[in-house]
C-alpha cells in the first residue's frame, strides 16, 4: 500500500459527460501528480499541484482542469468526454524527487 | 523537449535468464532517473533511482541500472529473472529543478516458469 487513495476505482460514463476522480496524498506529502494511462501512449504526466498551487503541467487538454484543497487532496475534472478519454489515471503524491503512486481510477468513456 | 524511450516493448523470458531493459532519455542538463515496476493490477512502484554519485544503483528486489552519462542511459538489469517479475517497468526522468516527469512507454516483461 502506497498510502495515497484514490477513488473511484472504475468509472463508466458516457460522451459528453463530466466526471471527477479524486486523490488523497500519502501523509504529509505536499506534492500531487496526476498522469493518463493509455494503451497506445503509455503513461503521460498531466498536472502537478504543490501545497494547493499548480507547479507544474504537462500534457492536460483544456478539457480536463484539476485542483488541490487546502486539506491537500486532489480532484481531477474532466469534461466534455470523448471515448479516446478512456484510461487509466493515476495521482501520486511526493515530498521530495520520489512520487509514491495511487491504485488509479480506470475510466471507461461509452 | 525531454524524452524517455524504452526500446523494447514486450519481452519475454525464461525463468533464470538475465534481463537487460533499455531506457534513453533526452535532455541536456542533469536529471534524475527512475524505473518504476507495476505488476499485474497494482499501482507502481518504485524499483530504484539515481540522482549523483554511483552511476551503478542497486534497488528493490534484486535489480540494478546503471547510468550511463555519455550514452544518456539507464538501462535496467537482473542477472536472474523469476516468475514473480512478470510485470510493466517504466523509466522516467526528471530534469533536475524542475517538476515534471517523463515517463516512457514502458517494457511488458513476461517470465515462464
Known amino acids: 500500500d502506497s498510502g495515497v487513495t484514490q477513488t473511484p476505482k472504475h468509472l463508466i460514463t458516457a460522451t459528453g459527460q463530466r466526471v471527477t476522480l479524486r486523490c488523497s496524498p500519502r501523509?504529509?506529502?505536499?506534492?500531487v501528480y496526476w498522469y493518463q494511462q493509455s494503451l497506445d501512449q503509455g503513461l503521460q504526466f498531466l498536472i502537478q499541484?504543490?501545497?494547493?498551487?499548480?507547479?507544474a503541467k504537462g500534457n492536460i487538454l483544456e478539457r480536463f482542469s484539476a485542483q488541490q484543497f487546502p486539506d491537500l487532496h486532489s480532484e481531477l475534472n474532466l469534461s466534455s468526454l470523448e471515448l479516446g478519454d478512456s484510461a487509466l489515471y493515476f495521482c501520486?503524491?511526493?515530498?521530495?524527487?520520489?512520487?509514491?503512486f495511487g491504485a488509479g481510477t480506470r475510466l471507461s468513456v461509452l | 523537449a525531454q524524452s524517455v524511450s524504452q526500446h523494447n516493448h514486450h519481452v519475454i523470458l525464461s525463468e533464470a535468464a538475465s534481463l537487460e531493459l533499455g531506457c534513453n532519455y533526452s535532455?541536456?542538463?542533469?536529471?534524475?532517473l527512475f524505473w518504476y515496476v507495476q505488476y499485474p493490477g497494482q499501482h507502481l512502484q518504485l524499483l530504484l533511482k539515481?540522482?549523483?554519485?554511483?552511476?551503478l544503483v542497486k534497488g528493490i528486489k534484486g535489480f540494478e541500472a546503471e547510468f550511463i552519462k555519455s550514452k544518456f542511459s539507464f538501462n535496467l538489469r537482473k542477472p536472474s529473472v523469476q516468475w514473480s517479475d512478470t510485470a510493466e517497468y517504466f523509466c522516467?526522468?526528471?530534469?533536475?529543478?524542475?517538476?515534471?516527469?517523463?515517463f516512457g512507454t514502458g517494457t511488458r516483461l513476461k517470465v515462464l516458469a
Open positions: 535532455y541536456g542538463g542533469t536529471v534524475n
Open positions: 501523509s504529509g506529502d505536499l506534492s
Open positions: 522516467a526522468v526528471n530534469a533536475r529543478g524542475t517538476y515534471k516527469y517523463i
Open positions: 539515481y540522482f549523483s554519485g554511483d552511476p
Open positions: 499541484y504543490y501545497n494547493g498551487e499548480e507547479r
Open positions: 501520486a503524491s511526493g515530498g521530495g524527487d520520489i512520487q509514491y
